[in-house]
């Protein structure tokens, strides 16, 4: 089976960032960046599904700009067997969904696992677009995957506890968290990883028209925290959460 | 992570604009690599940094190595820690790919390293002083012994250690009482009480590989002196011809020294052949223990160096953390009580004990780069001489590599303490502990003092003082590259005098001929920290340089690149003038240590 894994560049986690000074996004000079951390959790669900001879080959696909290869290059050191990056810098969730929908339907995979989100838009957009655009069942936000007699059991990770789904294969899983830990490039695969394929496309090979179709008016950063106050009893505070919060009803 | 250990960005400042590190992929052994190899391996180095010893440096602090009488425990941290540099490939990063290796330039391996030492620098022994074991064995080893320990040690299945020091032969080597007999079958039967032995007991491996220093006994008993020893491999298990392990050797551990820091690295006192002597394989040849032994020192040396260096930045890094979050106090010139308490770290006397940090911290380690870079040169140069010339500066350099850093680490250390007003002296913040594991490294892999003799008695005068010629007209290149430049021509101009300061008290030791040895020696600690104060404003100057052009393109940056200068500033105005006053004392081979007599204490 083959597995196809989506992976985004995206600003480091442990780094702070800024607003940028035109208030359009953030400011990225000189930022650390890196695999998307969800992302991560996918490609090692795939390596373990290789490991166990579940997979045979795995596919990672990213849509970014040209430097995205290093990530790609990541997931090859991890374990991945070859790659592709579509180049478009900035594109949008439903643009990266349409291209990831071309490619599945070029490659044929038994599987295709996401991240849930990615840390820097936080949008958790892209697994559940590309589903509805395939037609695939899916399995989002997994904290457990089995895939057997063609199909896969997926754990969700959902507000009231678990849930489990059992999908049909083709089909796709959006990785949470606690799905696993993710292992590190180890040095003698970082060379090996050099030496796999990695094809490099436009958009328009997909007939993709990446256009933006949602504006950014305007990024702000959060208000700095207030002092906080105490309050004498718990009704206090159910109706202070109530009228000034309103965050339950 | 919560825990402050080096600066990627200086990191990156040292190897790629500053030492060119890409400029090494033009040779032949590295031509696979690139930027983004080298990147993906320093990732590497972070993450298991992070993850598997940053998370016990403190717990490894709190819970040292205990012995039972029979067995030794270490908290389990200690093991996934190991297990995580082998699978990884750190500890074989610089090895040929035929080994499972990287092939990385030592400048990248070293740097690999010192984000382990930066997170976790006493949990760092174990596996990769099994790799300089065994590359002692890869080298001067037979096939048979290759095959047999080597190769195991290589992947991480056998550990290993150094079996140097006796109770009563410390720094003096040459006066060791270890024994060897030699047997009918060849082998040797080994006897020797050794102490402080890192790594000598534990259970992270199958199996532990001693290498030990001993004296072979002849009809006329032991060769005196350095000439008399020899290296011996004593596995704690012998080694069957198919690789299993064979029948215990008499191999015991005697008791655990309690240390001020660096206490997740297990120090044991080791007994040889109590029973009935332990089962010996010579190394190489007999006699040449000590130069085998030795032929690792120098990369032993710069990984002293940068541990102490490391550790200073730790510490440098969050003092300035902890200052720019103290409010305490106002400015001298705002005499309001209403008004707000301002950061300490807003106060010109703790900006002075940062800035000497930064100063510090940040020229050891680069310091140590510079020299792992001239490992690279001394293997990969294009031309001979270049190769032959790298390793007679590295040879000079080494005390000072190994010297500075361990004498300057601390102080730093000791200033981030201080930063921390009271709460630096209590075990809840990290300081106080970056402080204790770092005193350990001006006594250990030769002291600080021994180092001093070493460079004024033999590396100075090396090539017949070729090589200390070429450190002067390269130190001495870089001055005239700052003169040049409006922004650091100050530094250029003070290296510059400093340079020739160094080059007469040079000239004045090597005319010194109707002297005793005893009075030219008294001062080696003098004059250690005096060329050590040059070549540290050297590299602060050179660096500086860099700084400086690279602001002529680079404005993104600029706070960065400001700081450089500033604390190049920091040192050329504020250290380096106390060479003026050491020079004058070295020129007139002041005697008021020598000549203190033994009653006068
Ligand atoms: C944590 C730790 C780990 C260690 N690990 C190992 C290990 O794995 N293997 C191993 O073999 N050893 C190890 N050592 C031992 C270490 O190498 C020695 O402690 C070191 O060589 C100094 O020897 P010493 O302790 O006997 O001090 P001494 O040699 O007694 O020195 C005491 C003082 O006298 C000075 N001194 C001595 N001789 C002279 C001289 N001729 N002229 C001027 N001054 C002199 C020294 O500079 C020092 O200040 C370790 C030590 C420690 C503390
Ligand atoms: C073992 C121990 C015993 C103690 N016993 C007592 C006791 O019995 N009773 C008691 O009351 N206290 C006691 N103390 C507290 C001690 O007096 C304080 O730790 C000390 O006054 C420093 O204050 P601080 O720790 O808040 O550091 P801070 O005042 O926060 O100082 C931190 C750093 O900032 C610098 N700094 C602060 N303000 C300025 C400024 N305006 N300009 C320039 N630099 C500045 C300091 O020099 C220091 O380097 C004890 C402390 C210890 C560690």
């Known amino acids: 089976m083959k597995v196809l894994v989506a992976v985004k560049r995206v600003v480091d986690a442990n780094v702070k960032v800024r607003v940028a000074a035109d208030n359009r996004g953030v400011d990225l000079t000189n930022v650390k960046m890196a695999m998307n951390p969800f992302c991560e959790i996918a490609v090692e669900e795939a390596v373990r599904l290789k490991e166990k001879g579940v997979a045979t080959e795995i596919l990672v696909v990213a849509v970014g700009p040209k430097e995205a290869q290093e990530q790609i290059r990541t997931a090859l050191a991890l374990g991945a067997d070859r790659g592709i990056l579509v180049e478009a810098a900035d594109a949008q969730p439903l643009a990266i969904a349409k291209i990831l929908k071309a490619i599945v339907d070029q490659e044929k995979p038994g599987l295709v696992i996401t991240g849930k989100q990615s840390i820097d838009g936080d949008n958790n957009q892209v697994g559940q677009m590309l589903a509805a655009l395939t037609g695939m069942g899916q399995g989002t936000f997994a904290s457990e995957v089995n895939v057997a007699d063609g199909k896969v059991k997926v754990t969700r990770e959902i507000d009231g506890g678990l849930q489990t789904v059992e999908l049909k294969l083709p089909a ?15 040095l003698p695969n970082i060379m090996k990883a050099k030496k796999k394929p990695l094809d490099i496309k436009a958009p328009a090979d997909f007939g993709v028209d990446v256009a933006p179709r949602v504006k950014t008016v305007k990024v702000e950063a959060p208000a700095a925290r207030k002092a906080g106050i105490k309050v004498k009893t718990v009704e206090e505070l159910v109706a202070k959460l109530k009228n000034e919060a309103k965050v339950i009803q | 992570m919560n825990a402050k250990t080096l600066s990627a960005r200086d990191m990156d400042f040292i190897l790629y604009e500053w030492l060119d590190a890409c400029q090494l992929t033009q040779r032949p052994r590295y031509a696979e690599h690139s930027r983004e190899t080298f990147d993906a391996a320093l990732t590497t180095a972070r993450q298991v940094a992070e ?35 082998i699978e990884t490939g750190l500890t074989r990063a610089g090895r040929d790919y035929e080994q499972g290796g990287m092939q990385l330039p030592h400048l990248l391996s070293q740097a690999c390293f010192s984000w382990i030492q930066a997170a976790n620098v006493s949990s760092s022994v174990y596996a990769f002083l099994a790799q300089s074991a065994a590359t002692v064995i890869e080298k001067f080893g037979s096939a048979d012994q290759r095959q047999r320990f080597f190769q195991p040690m290589l992947d991480g299945s056998f550990f290993g250690t150094m079996c140097l020091t006796e109770p009563h032969a410390g720094s003096s080597l040459g006066d060791i009482r270890a024994t060897a007999d030699l047997q009918a079958d060849g082998t040797y039967r080994l006897r020797a009480n050794k102490i402080f032995i890192s790594a000598g007991e534990h259970d992270l491996a199958d199996n532990i590989v001693h290498l030990v220093l001993a004296k072979i ?41 309690h240390k001020m820091g660096y206490r997740s690295s297990i120090s044991t006192a080791m007994n040889f052949g109590e029973q009935h002597g332990a089962t010996a394989y010579l190394l190489g040849e007999a006699g040449k223990g000590l130069t085998y032994m030795f032929h690792m020192m120098n990369e032993a040396r710069i990984a002293v160096g940068t541990g102490a260096a490391v550790l200073a930045v730790a510490g440098y890094l969050e003092s300035l953390d902890y200052a720019r979050q103290r409010p305490q106090g106002r400015a001298p010139d705002n005499r309001d009580p209403r008004s707000p308490m301002v950061p300490i770290s807003e106060h010109a006397d703790v900006k002075r004990m940062l800035l000497e940090q930064k100063a510090l911290a940040e020229s050891a380690l680069a310091l140590c780069l510079y020299s792992a870079k001239l490992v690279d040169d001394m293997h990969t140069h294009p031309d001979a001489s270049g190769r032959a010339d790298a390793a007679a500066m590295l040879d000079l350099l080494t005390p000072i590599i190994k010297a500075w850093p361990s004498e300057y680490g601390p102080r730093a250390n000791d200033l981030a303490i201080q930063i921390h007003g009271g709460a630096g002296y209590t075990r809840e913040y990290i300081v106080e502990q970056h402080y204790r594991d770092n005193r350990l490294n001006p006594i250990h892999e030769g002291t600080n003092g021994i180092q001093s003799l070493d460079l004024l008695g033999r590396k100075l005068g090396l090539n017949g003082g070729k090589t200390f010629l070429q450190l002067l007209v390269q130190m001495s290149a870089a001055a005239n590259a700052a003169q040049k430049n409006e922004t650091t021509a100050e530094l250029g101009t003070a290296l510059q005098q400093a340079v020739q300061r160094l080059g007469t008290v040079a000239q004045f030791f090597a005319t010194q001929k109707n002297v005793p ?76 240590c020598l000549d203190m007599a033994d009653a006068w204490f």
């Open chain 2, 517 to 592: 040895p005893s009075a030219l020696t008294a001062n080696s600690a003098v004059f250690l920290d005096f060329m050590g104060r040059i070549v540290i404003a050297w590299i602060w100057t050179w660096q500086a340089t860099t700084a400086a052009n690279a602001l002529r393109h680079n404005t993104a940056d600029k706070d960065f690149y400001l700081g450089k200068l500033q604390a190049a500033r920091y040192f050329i105005r504020r250290e380096l003038p106390r060479t003026v006053q050491q020079a004058e004392l070295l020129m007139t081979l002041d005697s008021t």
């Open chain 2, 51 to 85: 993850k598997y010893f940053a998370n016990h440096n403190r717990k490894g602090d709190e819970n040292e190595p205990a012995f039972d009488g029979k067995t030794v425990t270490l908290i389990p941290e200690i093991k996934a820690a190991c297990d995580a540099v």
């Open chain 2, 217 to 257: 006994r002849g009809p006329e008993g032991v060769e005196p002196g350095v000439k008399g020893i020899s290296l011996f491999i004593v596995p704690k298990f012998l080694v069957n011809d198919d690789g299993s392990l064979g029948a215990r050797n008499d191999v015991q551990l005697a008791g655990l020294f």
């Open chain 1, 172 to 186: 796709l899983v959006s990785t949470d968290l606690r799905l696993n830990e993710p292992r590190y490039a180890s």
